[in-house]
């Protein structure tokens, strides 16, 4: 079945410091790639997403690249807030539609000054 | 933008006991529901597929008997946790499609049973 793998946390990195989040994912067929954000006692948050091969998600500064090859969707951002602190789920579709996800266990990330 | 309300966030109940969480689509109206559970350092794990008038879809190893899920409208579905145990504490997230392609979640919500 499908599986998502992310790297495991938490990570803690200084301000302005670049963020890689590893995703990797195992499916059948062509997937939806999806990356979601949880705040501190919010609900999780569509934070971008990428619905074939090589197309680039990006919003915020995150941006993350769909690489069939590699089966990947690694999360960037080239320099993190303080505001960043929060769980980062890797997640996928295989229904297109983005609705019945399955999900990777989260990192947590903490960004201090 | 589109809201999604999970209550309550938090609950807390004696063994065998019977527990309610209710999950609203605030400002749209929801084809399809979802219920999740997550423990601790482990991934969100689909629990149920509900669809408003119609019986949920449950996933694989998920007693259906000890989670209930009614979805009696476009705006609400209902988890029900029957006779409550240890085991079942955990946090619960819903989520809510808009049948456009969008997908909301809600806030959780934490189950502990005593």
């Known amino acids: 079945g499908d599986s998502v793998t992310q790297m495991e946390g938490p990570v803690t990195l200084s301000e302005e410091a670049f963020l890689t989040i590893n995703c990797t994912y195992t499916?059948?067929?062509?997937?939806?790639l999806f990356w979601y954000v949880q705040y501190p006692g919010e609900g999780l948050q569509l934070l971008l997403k990428?619905?074939?091969?090589?197309d680039k998600g990006s919003n915020k500064g995150f941006e993350a690249t769909y690489r069939k090859e590699t089966t990947s969707f690694h999360l960037e951002k080239g320099s993190v807030q303080v505001s960043d602190s929060a769980v980062y789920f890797c997640?996928?579709?295989?229904?297109?539609?983005?609705?019945?996800?399955?999900f990777g266990t989260g990192t947590q990330l903490k960004v201090e000054l | 933008g589109a809201v999604v309300s999970q209550h309550p966030s938090r609950v807390i109940c004696k063994s065998g006991t019977s527990v309610k969480i209710e999950c609203r689509s605030l400002d749209f109206q929801a084809t399809t529901m979802f219920w999740y559970r997550q423990f601790p350092k482990q991934s969100l794990m689909l629990m149920a597929t509900?669809?408003?008038?119609?019986?949920?879809?449950?996933e694989q190893g998920v007693e259906k008997d000890k989670f209930l899920i009614n979805h009696a409208s476009l705006t609400l579905s209902t988890l029900t946790v029957a006779s409550a145990h240890p085991e079942d504490s955990s946090f619960y997230i819903c989520s809510a499609y808009t049948g456009m392609g969008e997908l909301f979640f809600g806030e959780g919500s934490r189950l502990t049973v005593l």
């Open positions: 509900s669809n408003e008038g119609s019986k949920a879809t449950y």
């Open positions: 997640a996928l579709s295989d229904q297109g539609g983005g609705n019945k996800l399955t």
């Open positions: 990428a619905t074939k091969a090589d």
């Open positions: 499916a059948t067929g062509y997937p939806s």
